[in-house]
């Protein structure tokens, strides 16, 4: 019981999504999916980083 809502509102988003039209920049895409743009978040795989909870991890087990 009352999902009938949710499920009428999601209903409605999709149909928007899949009917409406929108404003594409293939340009932006583009760039986006051939990785010309420095958009790497994080460290680069050969550096290892430090996690800040292996101290509580030894605490928590004694």
């Given at each position: 019981m009352?999902r ?6 999601q209903?409605?988003?999709a149909r928007?999504?899949?009917y409406?039209?929108h ?9 986006e ?12 795989d ?8 292996d101290?509580?991890?030894?605490d928590y087990?004694?």
């Open positions: 009352g009938g809502r949710a499920k009428a509102k209903t409605k988003v928007e999504l899949k409406s039209s404003n594409t920049d293939f340009d932006a895409l583009q760039r999916l051939s990785g010309s743009g420095q958009s790497h978040v994080g460290p680069p050969d550096e290892q980083t430090e996690d800040p909870y101290d509580y991890d030894d087990r004694r």
